[in-house]
């Protein structure tokens, strides 16, 4: 079954903070972050596994609480590269990744 | 390395026709997925394998798709035959075990 994203969109100016959401009806392996521009390939970010760790790359971060079934991912002071489409995957069943469905994000200058 | 090689990168073909879409992964990469992106659905998993061999094809939307993997370099997804609502950009992705995925380029098919 699909996580469950939220935003959809978000619209930031540059330098401002956001929070994308995802969340899960089963229970999780592990939980991943991916990032796609329009017209490119999803692009890995970050990986999150079981035990409740916060990653970060670059000023982007993550968290996963693993008995709520739900990560967070954390765009602090965004730049204009932080544009697109954000994917969290989720692995409930062993190396089986199934993608929610993408927050939109744009940042203005 | 190249990383992944999906061909043909943009194919247009008329309802009917049968289209097979090509994944090279990365080597050594023993995960292989296929993906499909529309706007409507977002990315959905159709198929994986894991050392060439399928694990979960539960994602293949009917009996017109089909996929194999005869070696570790190679992989295809076929449709026969092909309808409108099959446009989408079909995603090869590779990766080790739990860990990043690698995806191709895609492959944008679109059937009038």
């Known amino acids: 079954q699909q996580p469950v994203q939220s935003p959809q969109a978000v619209i930031l100016r540059e330098g401002e903070d956001a929070v994308i959401n995802c969340s899960s009806s089963?229970?999780?392996?592990?939980v991943h972050w991916y990032r796609q521009k329009h017209g490119e390939a999803p692009v890995f970010l970050m990986i999150l596994l079981k035990g409740g760790e916060q990653k970060g790359h670059d000023k982007i971060s993550a968290s996963f609480n693993e008995k709520k079934q739900q990560s967070s991912l954390y765009l602090t002071a965004s730049q204009l590269s932080y544009s697109g489409t954000y994917f969290c995957?989720?692995?409930?069943?062993?190396?089986?990744?199934?993608f929610g469905g993408g927050t939109r994000v744009l940042v203005k200058p | 390395d190249a990383g992944v090689i999906q061909s043909p990168r943009h194919e247009v073909t008329e309802m009917g026709q049968e289209v097979t879409l090509r994944c090279k992964p990365i080597s050594g990469h023993d995960y292989l997925f296929w993906y499909r992106q529309t706007m409507m659905r977002g990315l959905e998993l159709l198929i994986y394998?894991?050392?060439?061999?399928?694990?979960?094809d539960s994602g293949m939307p009917e009996d017109r798709f089909s996929a194999k993997m005869p070696n570790a370099s190679f992989s295809t997804l076929k449709i026969q035959p092909s309808e409108p609502r099959d446009s989408a950009v079909y995603f090869c992705a590779g990766g080790a075990n739990t860990g990043e995925l690698f995806f191709g380029e895609g492959s944008r098919l679109t059937v009038l």
């Open positions: 394998f894991n050392n060439n061999v399928p694990i979960d």
């Open positions: 995957g989720t692995d409930a069943a062993g190396n089986k990744l199934t």
């Open positions: 089963k229970a999780l392996y592990s």
